[in-house]
Antibody, heavy 114, light 108 residues
């Protein structure tokens, strides 16, 4: 069955960077885009961007341009999302999701606190 | 950017009620619209794709309709396990996926 398994919770200081991983299984990793979506506590869903695992092409929401980088390692079917210059407002659960999307990872809590 | 306006933001209904949520796109998105259910502490779950197609395994009391700019999500007979927040999401422009603001559904 399709699964997206994300890395564990992170605590970071303001100004630092965080890199979240998303390991795919149960399907051909290079056949579907990976999207990243975040959700602050009690808030709605916010799309951050997409990556094509086959080509490595990416597209980022304007809000995150210059701060987010999405990459992949096809040999281990894993996508990555790195967010830099973290601030307290970036505290949220970060999700990877396949395709339009249909399948989602379990989420990774990133806490930014001094 | 395509904006999605979802209403209402919250809704209280009784078990067995018919529940309707609407979503309006700021421009024509054809039928490129999904509906999700999210329960506290969980990832969103896809219920409806391409505006009106029921995802495999999803109960038939859930349905969706619409095309262009106006879309509707319906629960034909509300069940206690349907308590959740529901989101619409457009993917017409794959460079800018957009979610609605969400509808929090409660039991009266």
């Amino acid at each position: 069955q399709v699964q997206l398994v994300q890395s564990g919770a992170e605590v970071k200081k303001p100004g630092a960077s965080v890199k979240v991983s998303c390991k795919a299984s149960g399907y051909t990793f290079t056949s579907y885009d990976i999207n990243w979506v975040r959700q602050a506590t009690g808030q709605g869903l916010e799309w951050m961007g997409w990556m094509n695992p086959n080509s490595g092409n990416t597209g980022y929401a304007q809000k995150f341009q210059g701060r987010v980088t999405m990459t992949r390692n096809t040999s281990i079917s894993t996508a990555y999302m790195e967010l830099s210059s973290l601030r307290s407002e970036d505290t949220a659960v970060y999700y990877c999701a396949r395709g339009h999307p249909d399948y989602w990872g379990q989420g990774t809590l990133v806490t930014v606190s001094s | 950017d395509i904006q999605m306006t979802q209403s209402p933001s919250s809704l209280s209904a009784s078990v067995g009620d018919r529940v309707t949520i609407t979503c309006q796109a700021s421009q024509d998105i054809s039928n490129y619209l999904n509906w999700y259910q999210q329960k506290p502490g969980k990832a969103p779950k896809l219920l409806i794709y391409d505006a009106s197609n029921l995802e495999t395994g999803v109960p038939s009391r859930f349905s969706g309709s619409g095309s262009g700019t106006d879309f509707t999500f319906t629960i034909s007979s509300l069940q206690p396990e349907d308590i959740a927040t529901y989101y619409c999401q457009q993917y017409d422009n794959l460079l800018q996926i957009t979610f609605g603001q969400g509808t929090r559904l409660e039991i009266k």
